[in-house]
Structures are given as C-alpha cells and as structure tokens.
C-alpha cells in the first residue's frame, strides 16, 4: 500500500487505541513517583517508595526467586522449543504428528487455571517436593511452546536450499544445523528465550500453583499485596519493572533489525 | 541398500515429545482421575491413590472407587452452573468488544505509512510484555470509586457521584479488553496488511463507495485474521483468574475464579479437579478448531 500519510479516520482511531494501551501504564508510571501514601491523590514529587523497596527483604527474596527460574526455564524452553519447531517445520511425517502438534499449539491457549492445577496434580502423584524446581518445569512446559511458534515460522520463511547445498557438500545433518541453519535463525531463537523468560517473570496463576514453601515468586508477592489495597510500593516495582522490560525489548528489536539488514 | 536407523532424526523427535507427554498430557489424565475420587482429610486431600504394590487387585479396587460424586456435586450446587453460565457470557461479550476496539486499531495500522508501521507495531507488542498483573493493578487506581476516572470526571463536573465500576462486571470488561488488545490486533493486521489492494481499486472503480468497498470486499476478506484473534481472546478469556479476581469483586463469578477458590480456599481437591474437566471439555473444540487453522496457516506459509 503506497500511502504516504495518516488518513482521518485512521489516525484517530490509532490514537484512541494508543491512548487505551497506554494511559493506564503511564498513570501507574506517574503515581510511583508520589510523595502521598494515597495512591490516588497527588502529593507532591518523592522517590521515597524507591527507597523502601529496595529496603524490603521480602521483594527482594522474591525477586530472586524470579530471576532465577525465568532464567533457568527460558533456557530450558528454548533448546526444547527449537528442537520441537524444527521436527514441526523439517522433519516430515512420523507417527503420532498430530498429537505432537496438538500438544505443541494447546497450551498456547489453555486457560492457566487447568494448566496450573494439572501440573500440581502430578507434581504430588509423583512425590516430587514443590518449590524452585517445580515452577521451573512448569514454566519450562509452558514457554517451550511460545518458542516453538517464534522459531518456526523463521524456519518456514528461509530457502531450505541452503540447508540442501550444505548437505550436497558433504556436510552432516548436525554439522550442517550448526553451521547454516543455526546462524539463520539465531535472532528468532534469541527472540524466543526472551519471550519465554518474560512470560516466565510474569506468571501468578502456574507459580501459584506449583510452588512450595519458601519458594515465593515476585508476581505471588504482588498479587497478595494488590489484595490488601492499593500500595505505592507496588507502583514504583511496577515501574522498575516496566522500564526493564521495555529497554530489553527495544534493545532486542534493535540488535534483529540489524541483523537482517546485515544479512541482506 | 538397507536404511539405517536415524538415531539424530529418533532423539530430536522424541525428546521434545517425551517432555510434552509427561509435562502436558499426563497432568490432564491425572486431573480426570482426581475428579472421579473422593475428598479426604488426608495428605493428598482425595481417595483412592493408587496402590500399584497390590498387584491387580489394587488396581481393581482402585478402579472401583472412582465415582461421579464431584460432577454430581457440580449439578447440585447451582454456583458452578452460574459461575460457567456468566464465563461464557463474560467472555463473549468482551470478545465483542475487544473486535470492536481492535479492527479499527489493525486496520489503521496496516495503512498507516510505512516508515511508522514498524514503531507503531512495536507499540502494540511492547504491552503485551509488560506483566499482565501489573496492568490490571493500573486499572484498580483508575476505577475504583476515589480513583483517577471518577475524581476526573466529577471535576469536569460530568458526575455528581462517583460511579461504581470496580468490582462489577463492567470493570472485567475493560479489563479483558485491555489485556487481550494485542492477541486481535496482531493476527488481524497480519491479515489486513497482506491484503490485495487492486481488489479495492477494482471495487472502488466499479462504483462501490468506500463504505461499501470495505463491507464487500475488505471485511470478508479479512475474515481469516478476525477469527484467529477472536479465539485467542476467547478461549483464554474463558478461565480468566487474576481479571475477575481484581476487578470483579465477589460479585463476579467466573469459573476460573470458583476453581481456585474450590482448590485453594476450600482444598477440596475432586471437586476442583471436576471443574477444570468441565471447562476444558467446554473448549475442546474451539482450541481443535484453532490449531486446525494454526496447521493449515503454517502449511500455506512453507
């Protein structure tokens, strides 16, 4: 569509969509910065929730926590999810495909509740303690799948070609994906371990379920606050959070742009 | 020339689906089996486990006592009833709303010039990962009766009163709209965006005024993109916890909402279980539909 600006009618309504998106968050942004415990009467500009944050054990623990199964499970979700997009996109038929992908594309969808409380019901059926490690699996199940679908669809854009004439030269099937197809679809993978890890730092209904004692997530210790009322402190940890997410994600978009251009 | 077996091609399959099998499907089977036991003041909280030690006859017996006793609780106690009647209706709705909201947005930015597509995306998509909670807990400063929404409007001198909105099931609408955004724009700017302007020349041409181009050619057209985002609102909005939890108040009941409460609140594990079985089955068959167009989309992409 070669149109060189804005139309009436489309501007705005991307401005009234924009200003839904965003006026919420902006709000949040504005009100951490508040000097009244009143989270909804301005008082005058403080940093001051900054500075009990940081002073409070219990977020800090949390966080921790977070951190390090968002880590651990993104990882994890990503050799699995790269595994599982490349058997879905190169490997043809087998039997059992269409479970495969059944079980690949319907915890995309899966009301959290079901998942959560699915996995708990097993993690007790067999033994395992709950705590880091079993929110670190669930996580691993269910970020494993956004992969999938992230790096996929880099595989099916690709020429398949070059993967031909690596093999036409000698190369070996493994030699061969580490050499054409890994560097190809790198930024997609790239893409998908940050995808899994923020979903990962994001989740309360899963961790809820499938943690243990002395294994509290960040989004567990929000949530339990948010229930008691309205708390600056949350405001400004909204806002750190916020801002991390955002300058990775903008980083990240940045660093594959480049990358694209670089290959062209 | 014999073939030998690819042991490379074996573990790249088998692993992933190894990890799914025990990680997804066998939790569900578990679910079904809980929902058929009994409540028990024991640690876990449900009869029979099963006794593999006994041989056979510990998996008769654990067979044997399995009941419908949850389900039959499920019909007996018309919370359950209510709480999936106003899930479906809650979610139906907002999916409305959110189409409503979302295909002016997808449509403005498929023609939006290109040089701002890119950014203009990007801030669709920037939301979508900022935590989920964090944006429904914006909404309860804007909403609730002291809040950002009513102070504003009694200022303008709009309202004498402030509204109540909180912890109705109003405020679970805009805040299923809100969250889900971004799942109906993306695939319905993807559908939008590759669309074949000539058809609209061609309809434009012919003598269609704009408005009639777009409902004959644009908005058929564009059907595929409306359905994949109107199921990826749906489904999730369904089973939605943390929304009505936050927003809904104890008025709102959803069956999410009752299946945490039944689990965590009354550790009544069977009957939990049972919920959950009730919902998944309810949407069976619009997550099969999904992952049908899901395949068929990437086969048409390769």
Not at chain 2, 291 to 299: D, G, H, P, S, V
Request: aromatic fraction near 12%; hydrophobic fraction near 55%; glycine fraction near 6%.
């Amino acid at each position: 569509m070669n149109v060189s600006r804005f139309s009436w009618f489309n501007l705005t309504s991307l401005i009234i969509a924009f200003s839904f998106l965003y006026l919420p968050i902006l709000l949040l942004i504005l009100f951490s910065f508040n000097a009244s415990k009143l989270v909804t009467v301005w008082g005058g500009f403080s940093t001051k929730w900054y500075v009990s944050l940081f002073q409070n054990e219990m977020f800090m623990t949390a966080a921790w926590v977070t951190l390090k199964v968002a880590v651990v499970s993104a990882t994890l979700a990503t050799i699995l999810g790269t595994m599982a997009a490349i058997v879905l996109t190169r490997v043809g038929r087998f039997r059992g495909r269409l479970l495969f992908s059944g079980m690949v594309y319907s915890p995309l969808v899966m009301p959290e509740v079901i998942t959560g409380l699915a996995l708990l019901l097993l993690f007790v059926a067999i033994g395992l303690d709950r705590g880091y490690w079993t929110i670190t699996l669930a996580h691993t199940t269910l970020t494993m799948c956004f992969v999938t679908v992230v790096v996929s669809s880099r595989l099916v854009s690709f020429d398949k070609s070059l993967e031909e004439a690596a093999l036409d030269l000698g190369c070996t099937k493994l030699s061969a994906f580490f050499q054409v197809t890994l560097p190809i679809i790198l930024p997609a993978i790239i893409a998908g371990w940050l995808l899994a890890f923020t979903l990962s730092l994001d989740d309360l209904v899963i961790a809820s379920f499938t943690s243990g004692p002395g294994s509290t997530t960040l989004p567990m210790k929000i949530y339990s606050q948010v229930r008691l009322g309205l708390n600056p402190e949350i405001n400004a940890l909204s806002t750190l959070l916020i801002l991390l997410v955002s300058v990775g994600v903008i980083v990240a978009s940045l660093v594959s742009k480049r990358a694209e251009e670089q290959q062209v | 020339m014999q073939r030998q077996f690819d042991w490379g091609r074996f573990l790249l399959i088998a692993i992933p689906f190894l990890w799914l099998l025990i990680f997804f499907l066998l939790p569900f089977a578990i679910v079904v089996k809980i929902s058929l036991s009994d409540t028990a003041n024991a640690l876990p909280p449900y009869v029979p486990t099963l006794n593999l030690s006994e041989g056979w006859s510990g998996i008769t017996s654990f067979i044997s006592q399995l009941d419908l006793e949850s389900f039959a609780w499920l019909l007996d106690d018309k919370i359950y009833f209510l709480s999936y009647l106003n899930s479906l209706k809650i979610a139906f709705i907002s999916t409305l709303l959110t189409l409503l909201i979302g295909y002016p947005m997808a449509y403005g930015l498929a023609k939006a010039p290109q040089r701002w597509r890119t950014v203009l995306l990007m801030l669709v998509i920037l939301p979508f990962w900022t935590s989920f909670l964090i944006r429904v807990y914006a909404w309860i400063g804007i909403l609730k009766p002291e809040g950002l929404l009513n102070m504003g409007l009694m200022s303008l001198g709009l309202i004498d009163q402030p509204l109540a909105i909180i912890n109705t099931p109003t405020a679970v609408y805009i805040g299923i709209v809100y969250s889900y955004l971004p799942f109906l724009v993306l695939p319905l700017y993807a559908t939008l965006e590759k669309l074949d302007q000539t058809l609209i020349e061609a309809a434009l041409d012919l003598g269609c005024s704009p408005i009639q181009a777009f409902w004959k050619v644009t908005f058929p057209l564009s059907l595929p993109g409306v359905v994949a985002g109107c199921f990826l609102v749906f489904i999730p909005a369904m089973g939605e916890f943390v929304i009505p939890d936050l927003l809904g108040g104890s008025d709102t009941i959803m069956i999410g909402k009752t299946l945490w409460s039944e689990f965590f609140g009354n550790r009544d594990w069977p009957v939990a279980s049972a919920v959950a079985v009730v919902l998944l089955l309810s949407l069976v068959v619009p997550i099969v539909i999904f992952q049908r167009m899901q395949e068929r989309q990437r086969e048409a992409e390769a």
